[in-house]
């Protein structure tokens, strides 16, 4: 409870010390010898209102004197002292506009009209202010990381930007999670992805991180959105430009351990066609490894087994994205877009277990036991999309439909070994195969539009077909003959079949805005194990609202609430019940029993543009049915199982901070916080009773411009230790890093980049239950070091905007 009040005082104290702006009056009355500044900006084509155009004010010497942003209608007003000025206009997508302010009379009011920016023209030169977007971009209901700004992650993966997303985190194990929890929707390009279904890092590891535009992150997704996923939406875009003529860019890196990227993304424009392509190969190899000392409390003795293990995991890849959109008409656009995407992976394991047993009167040294598993991973993915676009013309009214067809294979095999050093005569080998196929169909239809000036109706339907296949396969040499290992062997089939349909209302009045919606989910799903003849047959109706209630306070601060009901559907390995064998002391598999997971999630944000900088601050609450966690069980035979459970109820209570500061154009910092709270309450067969535990994680990091055309960037990352059902997790924390240069009149740049700088990236863990203890630590991957360069084809650099309102390109109210 002490907790829970601290959180609540922390967000009340940050959000009354930004609430209120000393010196500035927005409502443009001139005041403390101060003159008020006004204009309208507007698209030069259409004449529209261009909302939250931001506009910065520097004097002779190139120093920020004030800012702000364009409102709903596009005006602004701000206030600065008599002078001469430089007012340096900018909006995302459209040319910089710079022009002279001459208030140097004093005169109380300046009008500078209407101005107005083209989507294509010449970036602003003269004192070095080029539209390039923040790398974090902070909005009421998302966070917008723009993956081009980021230095630490140059020659990375998917993944490698996932680790530094604010409120995002990867396991050692590749697992997404957002908020502390890894259930969490994965979107490609606003829609699911095959290759993405299960929050799986392995498929992250295959996108580069020169293919990404930006990364958007939902923690409370509106009925608009699908409601799987009760900790949010990730979604990933990839680039894809849309401007006359020819253009593009191509990156090519080295890395080390081992590894290389090649990419490049063009477009070609003519007339109302559009063709782009988005292409990317690259080897990553990984290095990791762990060790474990566990006590096995039998009746009459202990056994004590302490293992090492080693991985090399190696995986060439190829990604291909390709389309063309066709313009019918003025505001009418159809998208024909394909995916390919191939990985050939080889991995190595090893293990050494060293078991010995203790009595009272006695320690008796049994074995050590060598296994080693070399594996192979091919895996095909194929993608086919066509969707239609109609903006009618205006802001409030739009029809999006699209049909998505599709298909992936992968194909894993496994020869194991065991030898051993006492009965060196004897060895163990084993083989296994696992052979897994996915198709789906996803059909979606939006439509919004206005009944008046200021309410609005958004409606939608979809549907999402699924089926999964899966045979696995364990032999094992008994007298040269292969014999099948019953146990682990089986064909798994999984069929999903969702149907929704969904409505919003929207309704605005002057600084407050509400939107209502409700969504209708029936789903129908069939697993079915064939060599057992068991199954099981799921069908149920759900019913998901969300309110969103916003209040503009001004052009720099806005306040929202909302709620909304979520669902997180077991995921087809969490269902499946053969997993992995690699290690047979420690066997992970599924459970075909699970039951979807319930969450009611309750959000109070608050935004806060600063001149140099913002403040997003967020206290939740989240309620959560039918749990899903894995446990482990203690086996006679001194081996364990994991298995994923429905364990009972969890309530979680937080605050998330976050920010980006410039302190000039040549230093920048940013840092994001979760501090949360939660309480576990367990009912199962293997564990029953509550858990509570307080704990933290977030970054720092820090931009700086080092040189004219040089940037540094640095990146700490943290993760609190916070207790389990059957344990404990330890602290972790890593250190990355990124430096870069430009050169040939700004066309090519050259990046130098490491994660994990000091190898400090490691899972550190405690299992303490009644007659097992275990105490342990392994890492997915250790250090790494990415060199990377990056040639564009009629494309300006997109540098980093400092000192403007908001620092960020502008925001969502």
Not at 222 to 249: C, D, H, P, Q, W
Not at 414 to 419: D, F, G, M, P, R
Not at 708 to 731: V, W
Request: glycine share 8%; net charge negative; aromatic share 12%.
């Amino acid at each position: 409870m002490k907790n829970c009040v601290l959180l609540l005082c922390l967000f009340l104290v940050q959000t009354s010390l930004y609430s209120q702006r000393p010196g500035k009056n927005w409502e443009g009355k001139p005041s403390d010898g101060l003159s008020v500044v006004k204009g309208i900006i507007q698209d030069e084509e259409t004449s529209q209102a261009l909302e939250f155009a931001t506009i910065s004010i520097f004097d002779e010497k190139e120093a920020l004197i004030g800012g702000n942003a364009s409102d709903e209608n596009g005006q602004f007003v701000l206030k600065v002292p008599k002078g001469k000025y430089k007012a340096i206009i900018e909006y995302l997508g459209y040319s910089t506009q710079t022009i002279d302010v001459d208030i140097s009379s004093g005169k109380p009011f300046l009008d500078i009209g209407i101005i107005f920016l083209s989507a294509e023209g010449a970036m602003l030169d003269d004192i070095e202010i080029r539209a390039e977007k923040s790398e974090t971009i902070f909005k009421l209901d998302k966070k917008v990381f723009n993956v081009g700004s980021d230095l630490a992650n140059k020659g990375g993966t998917a993944e490698d930007i996932l680790d530094n997303v604010p409120s995002v985190s990867v396991d050692i194990e590749g697992n997404i999670n957002l908020r502390g929890s890894g259930n969490v929707k994965i979107l490609l390009n606003g829609q699911p992805s095959a290759m993405l279904n299960d929050a799986d890092g392995n498929a992250l590891r295959q996108i580069q991180a020169s293919s990404i535009e930006r990364i958007e992150v939902i923690t409370n997704p509106s009925a608009r959105y699908e409601a799987e996923g009760t900790s949010g939406i990730i979604n990933i875009v990839l680039k894809k430009e849309n401007r006359k003529g020819f253009n593009g860019s191509f990156t090519a890196g080295v890395s080390f351990p081992l590894g290389y990227n090649l990419g490049g993304q063009v477009n070609y424009k003519s007339g109302k066609v559009n063709y782009f392509l988005n292409y990317s190969n690259g080897l990553r190899r990984n290095i990791g490894g762990g060790f474990q000392n566990s006590f096995f409390i039998f009746d009459d003795y202990l056994l004590i087994q302490n293992y090492e293990n080693f991985r090399d995991r190696k995986g060439l890849n190829q990604n291909v994205v390709a389309g063309l959109d066709l313009e019918l008409a003025k505001n009418q656009v159809l998208t024909f877009s394909g995916s390919f995407s191939i990985s050939d992976e080889d991995n190595l394991s090893e293990y050494e277990y060293v078991d010995s047993i203790y009595t009272d009167i006695s320690r008796e040294y049994i074995e050590t036991t060598y296994r080693r598993d070399d594996e192979f991973e091919d895996e095909l993915n194929q993608e086919y999309t066509v969707r239609y676009t109609n903006d009618f013309g205006r802001k409030d009214k739009s029809l999006t439909a699209f049909i998505t067809y599709t298909e992936s294979n992968e194909v894993e095999g496994s020869q194991l070994s065991e030898s051993y050093e006492i009965n060196n005569t004897n060895t163990l080998s084993q083989r296994s195969n696992n052979d897994e196929g996915e198709a789906s169909i996803i059909g979606q239809i939006d439509f919004t539009f206005p009944l008046s000036k200021s309410l609005s109706v958004e409606t939608g339907s979809r549907v999402s077909l699924r089926d999964i296949g899966n045979t696995f396969l364990v032999e094992e040499l008994v007298e040269d003959q292969w014999t099948t290992l019953d146990a682990f062997n089986n064909s798994f089939i999984y069929n999903e079949d969702v149907f929704a349909l969904y409505t919003i209302i929207g309704k605005e009045w002057d600084k407050f805005s509400v939107q209502s919606g409700l969504r209708a989910e029936y789903s129908s799903i069939e697993t079915q194990l064939i060599e057992t003849n068991e199954g099981e047959d799921y069908n149920y109706l759900d019913l998901f609202p969300s309110v969103f209630l916003n209040y503009k306070t001004s052009p720099a601060s806005a306040w929202q609430i909302n709620y909304s009901r979520r669902i997180t559907r077991p995921r087809f390995w969490y269902l499946n019940p053969f997993f992995t064998f690699s290690n047979n002391r420690t066997i992970w598999s599924g459970n075909p029993t699970l039951r979807p997971e319930y969450t009611h999630s309750i959000e109070l944000n608050h935004l806060r543009y600063l001149e140099k900088g913002t403040i997003s601050t967020g206290l939740y609450y989240k309620h959560t049915d039918a749990l899903i966690q894995r446990l482990q069980t203690i086996n006679t035979d001194g081996t364990t199982s994991i298995k994923p459970y429905n364990i009972g109820t969890q309530d979680q209570i937080g605050l998330e901070l976050s920010a980006n500061y410039s302190i000039n154009r040549a230093i920048r910092f940013d840092g994001n916080a979760n501090i949360y709270q939660f309480r576990t309450r367990a009912n199962t067969g293997l564990e029953s009773g509550e858990i509570q535990d307080f704990t933290w994680r977030g970054r720092v990091g820090t931009k700086l411009k080092i040189a004219k055309k040089t940037d540094f960037q640095a990146r700490y990352n943290f993760r609190g230790p916070t207790n389990t059902l059957q344990g404990r997790r330890k602290l972790m924390h890593f250190l990355s890093f990124g430096i870069s240069r430009d050169f040939l009149n700004d066309n090519l740049t050259i990046s130098l980049s490491s994660n994990d700088l000091f190898g400090s990236r490691k899972r550190r863990y405690i299992f303490d239950l009644d007659d097992y203890y275990a105490e342990g630590e392994g890492r997915w991957r250790g250090s790494s070091v990415n060199l990377s360069a990056n040639y564009r084809i009629n494309q300006k650099k997109k540098r980093q905007k400092q000192g403007n309102f908001g620092g960020d390109g502008g925001g969502e109210f």
